[in-house]
Nanobody, 121 residues
Framework: QVQLVESGGGLVQAGGSLRLSCAASKRTYSRSFTGWFRQAPGKEREFVAAISWSGNITEYADSIKGRFTISRDNAKNMVYLQMSSLKPEDTAVYYC??????????????WGKGTLVTVSS
């Protein structure tokens, strides 16, 4: 099982940007996705974005489309989430995760411990 470590969270003003990083302990297998979920206080964990191992397929939640970009560097076993035009409602703990061919809460096979993003108004 791969271990995931997130970094890059912090406090930012509305309209600002942050880049989250997810470091994997080893190479993930080629038929897999890596991505991000988030969980705001008092709310359920929700899907944010995912990227296939090849990088050819990306998926985004409607709430962040056009503002967030997911990318990866397989040579470094890294996945990134560039977040721009941040809103207070983006405040949450962001979790990196991996899965097989389907990326969902039910199919995740590895989780990171999360990194907190706080967006002030």
């Amino acid at each position: 099982q791969v271990q995931l470590v997130e970094s890059g969270g912090g406090l930012v003003q509305a309209g600002g940007s942050l880049r989250l990083s997810c470091a994997a302990s080893k190479r993930t297998y080629s038929r897999s996705f890596t991505g991000w979920f988030r969980q705001a206080p008092g709310k359920e964990r929700e899907f944010v974005a995912a990227i296939s191992w090849s990088g050819n397929i990306t998926e985004y939640a409607d709430s962040i489309k056009g503002r967030f970009t997911i990318s990866r560097d397989n040579a470094k076993n890294m996945v990134y989430l560039q977040m721009s035009s941040l809103k207070p409602e983006d405040t949450a703990v962001y979790y990196c995760a991996t899965s097989g061919l389907v990326f969902s809460l039910e199919t995740v096979d590895s989780w990171g411990k999360g990194t907190l993003v706080t967006v002030s108004s």
